[in-house]
């Protein structure tokens, strides 16, 4: 597996320069965006029927895995995210938390103005939702922000303050779970940055899979990147990145259940600090 560089021309083109200059980008960027908007109207289709798309998802895994998931001959990002362009169109979604911004950065370097998902909980720190929108400025996707249907006071009105600690399941099922679900019934395929390397739970994430809960394809294009290989890709690109990643906090989710890590610790061990929970119930593997 290898990893990808972005292409310099395109990710110089929306960054750096004067004032006058970075304006002038800028309004490219927005021409360049709203006629990919434009193009995708114009040229939305039916979405798959759910047999056509766990038939995909079954060629999908044929396809890429070679011998077995992280077998030497599994398909790499490029080839990953070749299939997925050109079998999925523009029913593509990717899922960001905003810890850092890699894999919309890959992603849109093969597929410009890509949607990306973003799960606004109402617990988020403000460097995350910070993060977010230096994303949407600099890089060239388009951010979907996706709330539950209660905000977090209607969410205390009904079923009592911070339910995060008395029931961090059912908080994430609220407030994660199932909007990402509802959302999600607008594509066929959703990408995320599920990577073996993350924890030992997703020590066997495929890079294509058939999402039963979600009911759609799931594609983990860099699951098979290590540690190495992203700071290699933070090096090698300008990426926008969460700055609580260098203050101690290696896995970022919501504020009340994202703690500081000591160094050489767990990097996931932060999150739910205390709990045996572990994964908020979005990627099953
Ligand atoms: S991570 Fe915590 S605050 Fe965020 S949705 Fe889950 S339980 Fe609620």
Known sequence: MTGVQADPALTSLFRGGSAPLRSARQRAREEERATDVARRARERRVRRSE???????EEGRALLHG???GADDEADTAAVMAWVTATFGDRIAVASSMADTVLPHVVSSYKPWIDVLFLDTGYHFA??????????RELRISVVT???ARTVAEQDEALGPELFRRDPTECCRLRKVVP????????????SGVRRADAPSRA??????????????????IAGWSDEQVDAYLAANDIVVNP???????SIGCEPCTSKVAPGEDPRSGRWAGQTKTECGLHVI
């Open 51 to 57: 047999d056509e798309l766990r038939a995909l998802a």
């Open 67 to 69: 011998s077995g998931v």
């Open 127 to 136: 460097q995350t939702l910070e993060t977010r929108d230096r994303a949407a």
């Open 146 to 148: 996706v709330t539950g």
């Open 180 to 191: 990402l679900r509802e959302r999600l019934r607008d594509y066929e395929v959703w990408i």
């Open 204 to 221: 066997q994430a495929p890079l294509v899979a058939w999402d039963q809960a979600n009911r759609l394809v799931k594609v983990n294009p």
């Open 244 to 250: 609580l990643l260098s203050q101690g906090y290696p």
